[in-house]
Each structure stands twice: as C-alpha cells, then as structure tokens.
T-cell receptor, first 114, second 118 residues
C-alpha cells in the first residue's frame, strides 16, 4: 500500500540553525499538510498546500517557517533560526481530496533543538 | 471555531472486552466529517474510521465502530474485542466541509491513551 515517507526520522540541530524536513506524499494525492506534535501533546496543524501554494496556515506558521514542493514528488518544511521550543515531532500528511478523504500521515521527523 | 473535546485522558480495558472512547465536537457548520486516528507508541498516525455529518448509518470498520449522535455532537469510537495491540493513543479529529469547495484542515482533540490489559 502506498505511504507517505519522511526523512530524516530524527534530526538534531543547534539553536539558530536552519533545518529542512522532507516528505514524499502519496503519488496521486493532491493536498499536502504539515502538523507538529510536542511530546505527549496535541497534534497541531501548521500548514496546508494545494496546487503549488499555501491554502491555509495556522498562527504557529509564522515567517520562521516555509514550505515548498520543489519537484513533482517532494514536499519540504523549512524552519529557519530554530528555537528550543521548535523541538517536536513533525508529521507530513497527504490526502487525495477534501471532505471525506482521510489524511495519510508519514512516520514523522523528531526534531530536537539543543 | 472548531473544537474537539476528548474528556478521557486515559482508559484501560481487559483484553477481549469492548471499550468506548468519547469525543464531542463543536461546530456551527452543517457539513463536516469526523475521523479517528490511532497513534501507537512507535509514533505513526493511523487512520481508523470516518463519519460524515450527513451519513445516516454509524460507520463501521472491522472491530471499530463510531457511535454518532449528531444532536449531542458526539462521535464516540467503540472498539470491540480489544486486543493487546490496541494499546495506543487515540485521537478524534474534525474537518468542516466548505460549500465553497475550499480547503479545510483536520483539527485534532487532545487524545485518549488506551491500555489493554491481559
């Protein structure tokens, strides 16, 4: 069964550095998302992406964050000037459509900012 | 604004018994969808079941069923014949279906941690 793949599974970075989290969504899916989950807490929406542009973003998704679909398969989340509080699990998800189409999640990237 | 409430931070159940995980939601929209996800200790998010607001029948998927009470705005997940592998965090989520055909995000509740005891 096709799945969403995320790399790396774990990323350690120093405060102030930039990180890029990578995702390959399911190939026939059209909608892409990033969520994050601080350890043991709620799954929080960051951004959704459709037709090569951001369709919605949360208040968390400020100028520190950006997303890109550089080619036909990859979907990336860039975090500039990382802070300690950016430490979390970051999930990429994709869906075929809207409405009743479920989001299919990758296994996540655990980001640790030291 | 959407809001999902899961009032049970933790639940436990004996193996082979049924368990109900509660979820209530708040929306002013008539059209919406409700989803349940499972998150095992390994961390991945696994889609379990979906219920649309206009669906007249409660959704079922194998051992999972959704007790949907629209007037009460509740969408409780029922797991029958619990197995040890059901021990995980369970999240209820909602997505509003926009008449404009626009995009809508999935909003998650805080989750319920289920422990299945042998």
């Amino acid at each position: 069964e096709p799945e969403v793949t995320q790399t790396p599974s774990h990323q350690v970075t120093q405060m102030g550095q930039e990180v890029i989290l990578r995702c390959v969504p399911i190939s026939n899916h059209l909608y892409f998302y990033w969520y994050r989950q601080i350890l043991g807490q709620k799954v929080e929406f960051l951004v959704s992406f459709y037709n090569n542009e951001i369709s919605e973003k949360s208040e968390i998704f400020d100028d520190q964050f950006s997303v890109e679909r550089p080619d036909g398969s990859n979907f990336t989340l860039k975090i500039r000037s990382t802070k300690l509080e950016d430490s979390a699990m970051y999930f990429c998800a994709s869906s075929r459509g809207q409405g009743s189409s479920p989001l299919h999640f990758g296994n996540g990237t655990r980001l640790t900012v030291t | 604004a959407q809001k999902i409430t899961q009032t049970q931070p933790g639940m436990f159940v004996q193996e082979k018994e049924a368990v109900t995980l509660d979820c209530t939601y708040d929306t002013s929209d008539q059209s919406y969808g409700l989803f349940w996800y499972k998150q095992p200790s390994s961390g991945e998010m696994i889609f379990l079941i979906y219920q649309g607001s206009y669906d007249e029948q409660n959704a079922t998927e194998g051992r999972y069923s959704l007790n949907f009470q629209k007037a009460r705005k509740s969408a409780n997940l029922v797991i029958s014949a619990s197995q040890l592998g059901d021990s995980a965090m369970y999240f209820c989520a909602m997505r509003e279906l926009l008449f404009s055909g626009g995009y809508n995000k999935l909003i998650f509740g805080a989750g319920t941690r289920l422990a299945v005891h042998p």
